[in-house]
């Protein structure tokens, strides 16, 4: 029980959560998919799971603030939820994760 209370294990359990949920996926035709239709909110989530499953972590936030950007209430805020569980998988203390909170606190609050 302790165990299941340790953020170490959160950020496991999201962490593995994302890993089986992202879409299996060529970036580059992902990127062309977000390229060809800008403001497709899926594909842009998508190209962020995919990138983060590949390791591209800073670019997969950077994909989800600029979809909330362009509209935040989207499929009932789905960017910004993926984003919440993209900085717990990461660990609330990393510094990506402190970065992109930063990031989308200027979006929230512009």
């Not at 962490?15 to 060809?36: F, M, R, Y």
């Not at 972590?57 to 362009?70: P, T, V, Y």
């Not at 789905?78 to 990506?96: C, I, S, T, V, Y």
Request: aromatic fraction near 6%.
């Amino acid at each position: 029980e302790e165990v299941i209370k340790d953020a170490s294990f959160a950020e496991a359990k999201t962490a593995l959560e994302l890993a089986q949920a992202s879409p299996v996926g060529d970036l580059a035709e992902l990127e062309a998919k977000v390229q060809a239709s800008p403001k497709d909110h899926q594909a842009r989530i998508d190209l962020a799971m995919a990138q983060f499953s590949a390791g591209a972590k800073e670019q997969a936030i950077d994909s989800l603030i600029e979809s909330i950007g362009i509209d935040r209430t989207w499929n009932d805020e789905e960017a910004r939820k993926q984003l919440l569980k993209l900085f717990e998988a990461l660990g609330f203390a990393d510094p990506l994760a402190v970065e992109g909170r930063k990031k989308l606190s200027s979006i929230l609050f512009s």
